[in-house]
Structure formats: structure tokens, C-alpha cells
């Protein structure tokens, strides 16, 4: 341990139970009474303290530290990212680069003051966790990444640790930073057009269940913090599968879109209760849970008006000169008020005798216009799924095909809680609610973020039917070519851009580098890694082994079996082989996918590749920043 380390133990602090076999072995090594005081008030054990108590075998001097893992700093926050205290404020780039290091692991985020803790494997809600940073480089990455994330909904942390490890590494190395620039963007170049003709970029067949349940659970079996067993990662697969299927029109006319899919959350249910409801589920706190349980409240195909305006009385703009206001006794303000209401009162009556029963509001309602619309026995909920025009005015001229229709409203009981339950008029309707179940809120919320992920990366099958190996092995195979294509081209491309053979294959390998530094994230046993001379996919090694054969009898994507002819070379190394576009992922082989396959989205993983080394030469650019500050007074 080195003098300026510290060890803390934060699980009962944060309502986490230890592990019998951590938790007895800490018994046995400083007792029960040193054991229970450590746990429980989640001391800070220092180095000097830690050897009194036997937790602390010597100290380890910086200068060795230095030689081995880096400087000191680095190794403290090797520490700081395997605590679960993490604290989202401040944040330097050193941290922010180490939580976006593992992808798989869980990351445990508190703010510095206290509070909630959000437990997470996602990139949005570890994003949004770092809201703490000020630096305007940082800010820039972040938001680079979030813009990725809103198109795709995958492939964040990919995508940060791969922008940043660009950018740190390209600070050491002895080029121009304009030349260094258009390299990286000769290097994406060469991976663009590599991936839209070489076989690994395979065509999925959407109307295979079981390639399209193995991308689901590329997306759902790689996020632990959902807590899921196989079975139940299988039901919840099926499931999104399901929806997609039902929110596809069936008209060639019509584009489907994730926002057909609804998603409900109910904690305290097992996942297994996870369920597809036709049509929108909508909380509903008004109604007492046992009234009207599993009943029909609205029947008979009842008539629904659409609004986006607000119903509160606070939107006389919308009537111009056509409502006559008394400015005298109360004050202009409270005479126009009441003109609205009244205004929205005479609305409603007209709606009630056209026979409206559900008045849809996307805004506000007034109190008083929702007891007046209940005591005309209307409703009052929340849009979507009805067919109705939207309206923006308060105007009684409204035709008779801009009203929407429901088949019915149905109270249900959820896990203690009261909902509505609005079943469309047609049996075609693509709206459906996805209900999620959980036992407790962590993993449910975590699942209703990898569920909207999951919906967005098959939605965007359709536009693009195409998928490339996971788990890393696209990113060495990767690797390998950028290498073999300095090797083999450097001279003259080196004349092309003005520069030394050496600077150009320093540039080149240093994205080689940093995209095997991003296959070498996604393993967190300490194990080796080797990669294959023949296909170039990634391989792990078991901790300790003493020979370089992976004991795994497929690659870490799962598309390649190990046989005795291959032979492996060390990720770290760099030997000289001859490349060839052939692989054995070809489109027949993505038709006996096992569960344990991973596959990414070819367009999610090439502007993942694209916001990475564009934003880090964003970023290489900058010579300067100029802040402004303000202070009081």
C-alpha cells in the first residue's frame, strides 16, 4: 500500500450486504470487533493504521509505483474507481477516463454532499451522473458522447474511452498537432471504407427470431445491473421483441418509431410478471385501488378531443378579440382569468353534448374544469393513441373527423397502484405499453434504460440490417489492418502528407493502440489478451497462464471456434502477417448464433468510430481557452 492510499469500506454504509467470503475473511484477518467498526461506521484505513491492524502487509514507495503502473495519482485512481463511493463532483479527466475505463462493471455514483446512490452499467445514466465537470474540454466530450447516445441509445462508454484515450496519448507523441489531425482522419478513412466492403460487416436477417434475440442480448446480457438470470433475460428479450413486432405498421406508406413502445415500470413484481399490454397504460393516482378494480370505466367506443394548449385559465392569448372581458371591480388580470375559465366551461359543454367522453390534454388542466368535466361524466387524461387532431384553440367549430376514438378505458391494479388502461379502436393500433417488473428500483430502473436501447438498436435494423462482431474482436481485427496498412503503404503515404514515414506509422499505431486498449476494457478478470493470426478476433487468457492459448473454445464475440491450427500473438505485440478481408463471419454463420453471441449495430459501432476521432481532433486543434468568470460584488 502506498503512504497516500486509503482503504474504506462503503457497503452497509450504502445498504449493500458483504459477501460471506470477503466478510469472514476480514473477520479472520483483523477480528471480529475491528471487522464490525470497519464495515459499519466504513472508517478509512491510512497506511500506518492498516499495519496495526495486520490489513496492510509494507509499503509500497512512489519510485516503484512509478516503475511499474504509472504515477502515483494513477494508481489512487486505479482505487477510486473499484469503491462504490464515487463522487460525481469535482472530476478531472484522469477520473472521468477510469470510470468510462471498465464497461461491463457496475459504477456506484453519489454526489459529494451525500444522498442517492445510482447504481449503474449504462453510459446515459453514468453521463448523466457527471454533472460536475467544468472544464470546457471535458464538457465538449460529454456532450459529443451524448449526442451519440441520442441517436443510438448504445456504444457511450465506447465511444468516451476511446475519444479520450486518443486524446491523452496523442499529447506524448513527438508530431505536429495539425499533421497528427489529418492522419487520424486518413486512419477513420481507411476504417470506413474497409468496413462498408469487407465480410464483417454482416447483413442480419430481421426475420430471424434468433439472430434478432442474439442482438437483444448483446444489449440485455451486458448490463449486470439489471440483475437478470437467463431465463429472465430471455423473457424480457421476447418480450421487447414482441412490441417491436406489433408496432410495425403494416402499411409500406408508414414509418414505425420507437415512441410506439411505451414503457411502465412496476417495482416490487418479479421480472417474470413482465408483460405487453395493447395500447397505453397511464398512472392514475386519483382512483382508489379498490374502486372499479379490473371494471370498464368508459365504454362504448367513447369520442376523444385532443389539446396542446393549457386548460388552467392562463392562456387568453389564444382567444384575441373574440372574449369580451369586464375590466372593472377585481382588476383586469382576475376578470380575463375568469373570462378564460368561462370560455373553457362552455367548450366543455359543447364537447359533453357532442359526445365526447375523454378530453386529452398534453398541457395543465384547471382544478375546477376537471371536477366540472367529471361531474359531466368525462375524462381527462394524458395524449397518444387516439387518432384525434391536435388543437390549439378553444374554438367550438370543430369537425367531426378531428375527434378520436377509443375502444375502451379500463381501470387495473398494478402492484398496489391504480392505472387506466386505454384499449384502442382498431385491433391494428401500433401502440402498446411494455410493462417492466422488478423487485426493486435500481434494477428497474437500469432495465427500462437497456429496454429503450434495445427497441432503438432494432428500430434501427430496419434502416440499416447490417451487424459487426462485438465483445472487442472488431476492434482488434481493426487494429491489425490500420498496422498492416502502415506497414505496407507508409512511404507513400507519408509523401502524400508531408511527413516522415516514422511520424505516420506513430500516428497510425497510436489508433491501433487505442482501439486494442478499448477490446482490452471489456475483460476484467485480470486476464491476458491474444488475438489470432488467422481471423484477428479477440481472445482472452486465463489469469496466470503460462502459455499464450485462450481455454475458451470461442472468441470473446462468440462467431469463431479456437482449433489447433491458430496461432496467437499477444495484443501488446506487433507482428508482421499478411491481412486478408476474409473471415469466417459471413452472413450463413450469423444463422447458428449461440446465446452467448455478441453482436453491435454496424451503424451504432461506425459513428461511434466517427464522434471518437472527429471530437479528438476537435480537441487537438485548441491552442487556447479563454474563460470568463463573474464574481459577486
Known amino acids: 500500500m502506498s503512504r497516500d492510499a486509503e482503504i474504506q469500506f462503503l457497503q452497509l454504509k450504502m445498504g449493500l450486504t458483504p459477501g460471506w467470503g470477503g466478510g469472514a475473511r476480514l473477520v479472520n484477518q483483523v477480528g471480529k470487533q475491528t471487522a464490525l467498526r470497519l464495515l459499519g461506521k466504513a472508517e478509512k484505513v491510512n497506511l500506518s493504521y492498516g499495519r496495526q491492524i495486520g490489513l496492510v502487509d509494507g509499503e509500497l514507495t512512489n519510485d516503484k509505483v512509478t516503475k511499474k503502473l504509472g504515477n502515483p495519482k494513477e494508481i489512487h485512481m486505479l482505487t477510486f474507481i473499484r469503491v462504490v463511493n464515487i463522487t460525481a463532483q469535482p472530476l478531472d479527466d484522469l477520473k472521468v477516463k477510469n470510470i468510462l475505463k471498465t464497461l461491463k462493471e457496475l459504477k456506484f455514483f453519489q454526489s459529494s454532499s451525500g444522498g442517492h446512490v445510482t447504481v449503474t452499467s449504462t453510459s446515459s445514466k453514468i453521463l448523466h451522473s457527471l454533472s460536475g465537470l467544468s472544464h470546457p474540454i471535458l ?35 513527438p508530431i505536429p498537432r495539425a499533421l497528427l489531425t489529418q492522419l487520424y482522419h486518413h486512419s477513420l478513412e481507411i476504417l470506413r471504407n474497409h468496413l462498408e466492403s469487407c465480410q464483417w460487416k454482416i447483413k442480419l436477417d ?83 385501488t379498490f374502486q372499479h378494480q379490473g371494471k370498464t370505466l368508459v ?58 367522453r375523454v378530453i386529452a390534454c398534453q398541457k395543465c388542466v384547471h382544478p375546477f374544469i376537471k371536477t366540472y368535466l367529471r361531474d359531466k361524466a368525462s375524462e381527462k387524461i394524458a395524449p397518444r393513441l387516439t387518432g384525434a387532431t391536435i388543437l390549439s384553440t378553444f374554438s367550438m367549430e370543430i369537425s367531426e373527423e378531428s375527434l378520436g376514438q377509443l375502444e375502451r378505458i379500463d381501470h387495473v391494479v398494478l402492484n398496489d397502484k391504480s392505472y387506466i388502461h386505454l384499449y384502442p379502436k382498431s385491433s391494428s393500433s401500433q401502440i402498446n405499453t411494455l410493462v417492466l417488473c422488478s423487485p426493486d428500483e435500481t434494477s428497474l430502473e437500469e432495465l427500462k434504460t437497456v429496454s429503450q436501447a434495445a427497441v432503438c438498436a432494432l428500430y434501427e435494423t430496419l434502416a440499416c440490417p447490417f451487424v459487426v462482431p ?23 503515404v507519408a509523401e502524400e502528407f508531408a511527413c516522415t514515414k516514422g511520424q505516420f506509422l506513430a500516428a497510425i499505431n497510436n489508433v491501433a493502440r487505442c482501439l486494442e486498449s478499448l ?39 462468440g462467431l469463431v471456434s479456437r482449433d489447433g491450427s491458430m496461432k496467437w500473438n499477444l495484443m501488446e505485440e506487433t507482428v508482421t502477417v499478411s491481412h486478408s478481408n476474409s473471415c469466417p463471419c459471413t452472413d450463413d454463420i450469423v444463422q447458428k448464433v449461440s446465446d452467448n453471441t455478441v453482436l453491435d449495430i454496424f451503424s451504432m459501432k461506425m459513428n461511434s468510430f466517427t464522434t471518437a476521432i472527429e471530437t479528438a481532433n476537435a480537441i487537438l486543434r485548441v491552442h487556447c481557452i479563454v474563460c470568463s468568470s463573474i464574481r459577486d460584488g
Not at 457511450?156 to 479520450?164: E, I, N, P
Not at 403494416?250 to 405487453?276: F, W
Request: proline share 3%.
Open 299 to 356: 365504454g362504448n367506443s367513447p369520442k376523444v378531443a385532443l389539446y396542446n394548449i393549457s386548460m388552467a385559465g392562463d392562456t387568453e392569448e389564444w382567444f384575441a378579440g373574440d372574449v369580451r372581458t369586464e375590466t372593472a371591480g377585481t382588476g383586469d388580470k382576475f376578470s380575463i382569468t375568469n373570462a378564460v375559465l368561462r370560455q373553457i366551461i362552455k367548450l366543455s359543454d359543447w364537447l359533453v353534448a357532442a359526445g365526447v
Open 519 to 557: 477490446a482490452r476494457s471489456l475483460e476484467h478478470d485480470g486476464g491476458g489478451h491474444v488475438t489470432d493470426l488467422t481471423n484477428h478476433h479477440h481472445w482472452s487468457v486465463s489469469p496466470g497462464a503460462l502459455t499464450l492459448t485462450p481455454n475458451n473454445p470461442r472468441c470473446l464475440c
Open 470 to 492: 462485438g465483445a472487442g474482436c472488431l476492434d482488434t481485427h481493426l487494429a491489425s489492418l490500420l498496422r498492416q496498412y502502415a506497414q505496407r503503404s507508409g512511404s507513400r
Open 139 to 173: 464538457r465538449l466530450i460529454l456532450a459529443a458522447v451524448q449526442g451519440h447516445l441520442d441517436n443510438y441509445s448504445d456504444g457511450g462508454l465506447q465511444t468516451a474511452l476511446l475519444l479520450v484515450s486518443l486524446v491523452q496519448s496523442s499529447l506524448d507523441l
Open 206 to 288: 430481421i426475420g430471424n427470431m434468433k439472430s434478432m434475440m442474439t442482438l437483444l442480448n448483446s444489449i440485455i446480457g451486458t448490463k449486470p445491473a439489471c440483475r437478470l438470470s437467463a431465463s429472465e433475460r430471455r423473457h424480457i428479450g421476447v418480450l421487447i421483441l414482441q412490441a417491436f413486432v406489433k408496432s410495425l405498421p403494416s402499411g409500406a406508406a408508414r414509418q414505425g418509431s420507437p415512441e410506439r413502445i411505451l414503457i411502465l415500470t412496476c417495482e416490487g413484481d418479479s421480472v417474470e410478471e413482465s408483460r405487453i399490454l395493447e395500447g397505453v397504460v397511464l398512472r392514475a393516482p386519483d382512483i382508489a
